[in-house]
């Protein structure tokens, strides 16, 4: 199995319905899709800011603005099937169907590892792989992505969040292989 990350930033990216389409059709049985929280997290952070609410809060709203992205996701390419749980998860993947992740299970009602803008999707997506024991995770960047850059080097560029070097380790002693690839990099996805 594979995950799949595609950044809230493809949102508005023509390339999108081709890389849905691809990911349904090819991707199918074997391929989770984590969406990233895109101009929904985006007005998280800014009302977070302006209400000066906690992190915890600012949290569950980029985690709801994940779910709005994953819906639209579906929306565009109606053959992906959501899921909202691990097993929800590998269920639709049994199926023969490619999964897009609802991560409605983040909620938080207290503050926790995850509750920080140091972890956006892109760490998440880690996590959901680690937790599902995925064999692959792709992060795919709107923006060009440096050929063999380090996770550090890539937080550093702000390519990344700043936790995600931290996931990367884990997935690599955990035998899943981590690639940040850019949007017309959909072949190295899928294969």
Same mark, same amino acid.
Request: proline share 6%; hydrophobic share 50%; net charge positive.
């Given at each position: 199995m ?7 930033? #493809?949102?508005?990216?023509? #390339?999108?319905?081709?890389? #849905? ?35 915890? $809060? ?11 992205s994953a %819906? ?13 749980? /691990? ?8 199926a ?20 920080s803008? &140091?972890?956006?999707? &892109?760490?998440? /997506?880690?996590?959901?792989?680690? %937790? #599902? ?14 050929? %063999?850059?380090?996770p550090?080097?890539? /937080? ?14 884990? $997935?690599? %002693?955990a035998?899943?292989? $981590? ?7 959909? &072949?190295?996805?899928l294969?």
């Amino acid at each position: 199995m594979r995950v799949v990350k595609l950044g809230g930033s #493809l949102l508005h990216d023509p #390339l999108l319905p081709s890389w #849905l389409e691809r990911l349904a059709t090819r991707g199918a049985g074997q391929t989770v899709i984590v969406p990233g929280g895109g101009p929904f997290a985006d007005a998280a952070r800014a009302l977070q800011k302006a209400w000066r609410v906690d992190d915890v $809060c600012a949290h569950n709203m980029a985690v709801l603005g994940m779910a709005q992205s994953a %819906r639209l996701l579906h929306g565009i390419e109606p053959r992906l099937a959501l899921a909202d749980s /691990a097993s929800g998860l590998r269920a639709r993947l049994a199926a023969g169907r490619t999964a897009i992740w609802l991560p409605l299970e983040l909620q938080r009602e207290a503050p926790d590892t995850l509750t920080s803008w &140091d972890v956006t999707s &892109d760490s998440l /997506a880690a996590w959901l792989a680690l %937790r #599902l024991g995925a064999r692959s995770l792709v992060l795919v960047k709107s923006c060009p992505v440096p050929a %063999r850059a380090t996770p550090a080097e890539l /937080a550093t560029a702000g390519i990344v969040d700043r936790a995600f070097p931290g996931y990367a380790a884990q $997935c690599a %002693r955990a035998s899943i292989a $981590c690639a940040v690839v850019t949007r017309t990099d959909i &072949d190295r996805v899928l294969e």
